[in-house]
């Protein structure tokens, strides 16, 4: 399979493995494409990869022995003492790249503490590089960031792996329209692993044979949350609380039946994970805790399957995708500001970035995306409406922004940015505002430049 992405990335550890004697922490989701980034960087270089087991010491010895004796000639392993001595022979004796795969399986204090002398001492005085990955974020942002913990400080570079940009799934889906390409991002965000089990070339096809015709994807959250939480029914309880509409902290712990204290620690552990994150209100919005599940994934899932469960027939596939259709174009029409989002802090500096509401007398006003943007030491306030759906942005959606930020918009120095997946009509392309700037399809789908402010 060709290699994607990634050049960032690979530049930051060829940089490491050029100084030498260094080690780096890197930390990802499941899925996201860590390992296959290291065998990339492994390639062409001496290098030992060990991929640690779910199982105990014993299990994990014999299969570092096994491995190293195909390697280095027979080695038998009776402690992790002995398997970090075999380490340091090898780094001695020529220069290598070691990669200890999913660590956590093995870390302990005593193999955190192991590691930090021979960080300390045989690789620093060698040329060779270490590389700890793992898949358990909220275990290897401890190692790397917490004080107490023996290997705080030892690592050259700590690197997230972030999923890949829309630019870059893209390549996945060579024969796939713009727009079905995007609603596939917009729905399994960023990780390769999902889009290269992606084989039709329309969405449809693709929500149809992962989730219907082979439903390998309907337990893939759960198995993501059973390997990063100690009490992951739990978790998940709270995500069908947030998918189902509950936003609130008073919301979420009444509607999972457990304390508010519980509940704001599980809460806290899901946003330090990524999956989901805090509304940041601008201007006068409330200011309270709202939260939204913001992992394009776990949003899917968490918010539409259990109407796709209900609907699914496995004898009627066809009607029983076009009844959960219109859910899922809600759902796009949402991940979609999320995108807009997203592609405003890559085009300019952002200085804050939220969304205003308010609600009176029954009725709800909202402004999709606010944010504060500095480009050449100018400031700029954003006020932005982002539409994903058939038809043509109209003034009428225009005037609708521009009334709601008017009582902003008078004490800063405004622009009006309109995202339309579907283009824009006459009046508004005749529009001569320098305030306002249209974002159509071959901006958003990265074939034209984004616009300057």
């Not at 709270?238 to 809460?267: F, M, N, P, W, Y």
Request: charge should be negative; glycine fraction near 6%.
């Amino acid at each position: 399979m060709t290699f994607i992405g990634r050049i960032k990335e690979l530049s930051e550890l060829e940089n490491v493995y050029h100084i030498g004697g260094s080690a780096v922490l890197m930390y990802g989701r499941r899925r996201v494409g860590k390992t296959t980034l290291l065998e990339k960087f492994c390639e062409g270089k001496k290098s030992l990869f060990f991929r640690c087991l779910k199982g105990g010491e014993s299990v994990n010895l014999s299969y570092f022995s096994n491995f190293l004796s195909k390697e280095i000639g027979d080695t038998v392993l009776s402690s992790y003492l002995e398997f970090i001595d075999s380490l340091e022979s090898v780094c001695l004796s020529d220069r290598y790249i070691i990669v200890i795969d999913e660590y956590p399986y093995i870390a302990s204090p005593l193999v955190s503490s192991l590691l930090q002398h021979f960080i300390d001492g045989p690789l620093k005085r060698s040329g060779s590089m270490l590389v700890l990955c793992g898949s358990s974020i909220s275990t290897m942002k401890k190692e790397g960031e917490d004080s107490t913990r023996p290997l705080f400080g030892r690592f050259r570079r700590t690197m997230s792996l972030q999923p890949l940009s829309f630019s870059e799934i893209r390549c996945f889906h060579p024969d796939m329209s713009d727009l079905d390409a995007l609603k596939l991002y917009l729905i399994m965000g960023g990780i390769p692993k999902y889009h290269s089990e992606m084989v039709s070339d329309t969405f449809e096809g693709c929500i149809k044979e992962n989730y219907f015709n082979n439903d390998w994807m309907t337990d893939e959250a759960e198995r993501l949350i059973e390997s990063e939480f100690s009490n992951p029914l739990r978790v998940i309880s709270i995500l069908h609380a947030i998918g189902g509409g509950s936003t609130s902290l008073r919301e979420i712990s009444q509607k999972v039946g457990i304390d508010d204290t519980i509940c704001s620690k599980c809460l806290y552990q899901l946003m330090d994970v990524g999956i989901i994150s805090k509304l940041n209100p601008m201007f006068d919005a409330p200011k309270r805790a709202v939260y939204y599940i913001s992992d394009a994934f776990f949003a899917f899932h968490f918010s539409l399957m259990p109407k796709i469960v209900a609907y699914f027939d496995e004898n009627h596939v066809d009607e029983s995708y076009h009844l959960i259709e219109p859910y899922i174009n809600t759902f796009l029409g949402k991940q979609f500001e999320s995108f807009c989002s997203d592609s405003i802090r890559e085009w300019y500096l952002t200085l804050d970035m939220g969304t205003w509401w308010m609600d009176r007398d029954d009725v709800h006003s909202e402004i999709d995306i606010v944010a504060k943007v500095s480009v050449d030491n100018v400031r700029f306030d954003l006020f932005c409406e982002c539409k994903f759906r058939k038809s043509l942005f109209g003034m009428r959606d225009y005037n609708l922004l521009r009334d709601r930020a008017e009582r902003f918009s008078k004490a800063s120095n405004p622009r009006y940015l309109l995202f339309s997946i579907s283009g824009f009509d006459d009046d508004l392309l005749d529009l001569n505002d320098p305030s306002v700037r249209l974002i159509g399809p071959e901006v958003i789908f990265g074939h034209s430049y984004h616009p300057v402010l």
